[in-house]
């Protein structure tokens, strides 16, 4: 009988010991989970950073391209806005 006691405590001290190490390793993935989002995050964020950046670079230079063509072509520039302005309100105009 003590002999069975004894080896039921040394198992359960053998479960408890198991069970700490699958704690601390399950913990240890979790922090290496939680770095490996975190870098990933990171990534988006500056490819996020430089597609803003060139989108703006590319606004800036067809704003200067649409200036240029609106100063060399002022009446048919005003013509397309006309006509523009007058298919968008027919279009809104039907909508409501």
Do not use: C, F, W
């Amino acid at each position: 009988m003590v002999s069975t006691n004894s080896h039921r405590a040394t198992a359960a001290r053998g479960l408890r010991d198991q069970s700490r190490r699958v704690l601390d390793d399950v913990k240890e993935l979790g922090s290496i989970a939680t770095d490996s989002v975190g870098e990933g995050a990171q990534r988006l964020k500056d490819r996020g950073v430089e597609l803003l950046d060139e989108g703006k670079e590319k606004l800036a230079r067809y704003r200067g391209q649409a200036r240029k063509y609106v100063a060399a072509n002022p009446m048919k520039s005003l013509l397309i806005a006309v006509g523009v302005g007058t298919v968008l309100g027919l279009m809104l105009r039907r909508r409501s």
